[in-house]
């Protein structure tokens, strides 16, 4: 839900403008291949990943060491310049007037 009406703008908007467009076709171009060899090896994926508890044990150990260790190689900002500080964060697409949302939030 965090990010359905954001989505469902471009959605939306596909029709009539072209970086809604490039944003879905991008999309797709990306989940395509999972898709085509999750399909091819459906059974192997599922006898060697899923059904085997020291496969999923190991995964589950590299991603936690991955977590714990990655964020201290990368060099994060310690902070924003004041020039920065005062321009809002860019989006990607935003929607026009005519395609603003005003019902109510289900989420509430």
Known sequence: MLYFRRL???LVMAPTVPRARSFIY???????????????????????????????AIALVIVIVLLAV???????????????S?????????????HDDHSVDLAA
């Open 70 to 84: 990655i964020p201290s190689l990368l060099d994060y900002p310690q902070g924003r310049d004041k020039d920065e």
């Open 8 to 10: 469902w703008n471009i």
């Open 86 to 98: 005062d321009r809002p964060a860019p989006t990607p697409l935003k929607p026009d007037d005519r």
């Open 26 to 56: 991008s999309i797709l171009i990306a989940f395509l291949p999972a898709a085509v060899l999750g399909a091819l090896f459906h059974d192997k994926i599922k006898q060697y990943l899923f059904e085997s508890p020291t496969v999923i």
